[in-house]
């Protein structure tokens, strides 16, 4: 896949997510708007029921004055029942005429103070149980206010929210059966009513909406996040194996023509075969051939290192005695280019469980890498420690070191630090990759600690490998036998 490919699918990928993202907001402002639709509409029906409730009340108590208005054992009129609106609330049903009648015929004898036409008790226990109805919770206020402004009635918070109230939109007129009295016709009286406090009632009738659209939009960002870091991951994987195969192909057609022309100078009848040019022939061809089986070796490193791939055979190791031997044989590669090896075996606990084999390995792969990326003469040192659980081993170099910004990806498989155009080190990023690996699956643990930074050489660095005990700190007698 390629690079505009790639930017091509991270575009429309991108442009579906923001869309997405759009009409979920969108949906779910209009699902508030219509929330906020049907609260208001209950608040406004619940003010016409006080209303007509508070009209039915005082036609009851006017009838109750008059003498014979009510016969004998006749109940008091009551509210015709409630019947559920569009959100399900209880609404008044329009009135009757001839209720509206008996209204119009008492509405006469009605004209009287206000305070007197309006008990506070009763009209904050119908506001309260109409809202109540409705599922309208929380704090709210009401006024009751005449034509001219005046302020007859509050509720409940006066101080806080009557100035509020009496800006609110939502109103109703009380005793809308009055006659007017008057060339100026009489007063009219509206009840004003605000819940200040409504937004939270709104979100908490849609947050479960609301999470779940969270969710989800969540979900896919973290999908579509790692979806993307996967094909980036993989387009430098290849990218790597693509050098890799170029860099193979280089290294191994330079040795094949150097055996190649070795060989033909030794069959060519016409070149004098003296012993010391035979000789340096032959030690070409040795080194070219060394150099071939260093190549295979780092292609099977490589293969060895994939899962279920590396095979290892564990048994009883001394690893001072195959420190030693590393030692040895890392001593004539240090040597010829002026520098030395040191082992300083401080640990008191010394043999674990591993494959001897594997572990010679990664010690060599380690002192080869110190005198590869060293600037000067190398220096290399081993030492161990130890506790009750596990044996330490350190390795410590003056080379360049590795920058901080580096130290993380060394042990990716493929992965080699950037140098620019400077080749002067060959390898493939196998060997780091291959330590790495035969140490997890000894149940160790490997890290590094070096300080260079931009700018800064020669500071070197160090390998910390830990490898655990078989029996931890159980028995250290049989930890250090042999």
């Known amino acids: ?7 091509r699918l991270i575009a429309a990928i991108t442009v579906a997510l923001l869309g997405l993202v759009l009409v979920q907001a969108l949906w779910v402002r209009d699902i508030l708007a219509l929330k906020e639709a049907q609260f208001n509409e209950s608040i406004d029906n619940a003010l016409v029921a006080v209303g007509d409730r508070l009209t039915m009340a005082e036609a009851r108590h006017q009838l109750r004055l008059l003498p014979g208005a009510v016969p ?7 509210p015709p029942p409630a019947l559920p609106d569009s959100t399900g609330a209880a609404v008044l049903p329009p009135p009757d005429p001839l209720e509206e009648l008996l209204r119009g015929l008492l509405a006469g004898g009605l004209m009287r103070d206000i305070h007197d036409r309006i008990d506070p008790q009763l009209l904050d226990s119908l506001v309260r149980e109409e809202l109540r109805l409705r599922h309208i919770q929380g704090a709210y206020s009401y006024a009751v206010i005449g034509s001219t402004g005046e302020v007859v ?9 009557a100035p509020l109230a009496a800006g609110s939109p939502h109103r109703t007129r009380l005793f809308r059966n009055d006659w007017p009295a008057g060339p100026d016709g009489a007063p009219t009286w509206w009840l004003h ?3 200040p406090r409504r937004a939270p009632m709104l979100l908490r009738t849609v947050w479960p909406m609301l999470v779940s659209t969270a969710v989800f939009l969540l979900l896919i960002t973290f999908t579509f996040g790692y979806a993307l870091r996967a094909i980036f991951r993989q387009k430098r994987l290849g990218d790597i194996k693509n050098d890799l195969v170029n860099n193979l192909t280089h290294e191994l057609k330079t040795p094949i023509s150097t055996i190649a022309l070795a060989c033909e100078a030794l069959n060519d009848p016409g070149m004098p075969k003296e012993p010391a040019q035979v000789n340096a022939l032959i030690g070409m061809i040795k080194d070219e051939n060394k150099r071939l089986g260093m190549l295979v070796e780092s292609v099977l490193m490589s293969a060895v290192t994939d899962e279920g791939g590396m095979r290892l055979r564990f048994a009883d190791v001394d690893m001072h005695a195959l420190l030693a031997e590393v030692v040895r044989n890392g001593a004539l590669q240090t040597g010829r280019r002026g520098g030395s090896i040191q082992l300083q075996p401080n640990a008191e606990l010394a043999h674990i469980r591993g494959d001897r084999t594997h572990l010679t390995s990664i010690f060599h792969n380690l002192i ?8 000067g003469s190398p220096v290399v040192q ?14 410590r170099d003056n080379g360049i070191g590795i920058p901080r910004a580096e130290q993380g990806k060394i042990f990716d498989r493929l992965y080699r630090i950037p140098t620019g155009n400077v080749h002067n080190v060959k390898g493939f990023g196998l060997g780091l990759s291959y330590v790495r690996s035969v140490v997890e699956r000894h149940g160790g643990t490997i890290r590094v600690e070096s300080t260079t930074d931009p700018g800064e050489r020669g500071t070197g660095s160090s390998f910390i490998i830990t490898l655990p005990f078989e029996h931890g700190g159980g028995n250290k007698a049989v930890a250090v036998r042999g």
């Open 382 to 395: 081993i030492c161990t420690r130890s506790d009750a659980q596990a044996l330490t081993i350190e390795v």
């Open 368 to 375: 080869d890498n110190a005198v590869k990326y060293c600037a």
């Open 72 to 78: 004998a054992g006749m109940p008091p009129l009551e």
């Open 1 to 7: 896949m390629g690079r505009r490919t790639i930017n």
């Open 193 to 195: 009513l605000q819940v």
């Open 153 to 161: 009635v509050t509720g409940p918070g006066a101080a806080e929210y």
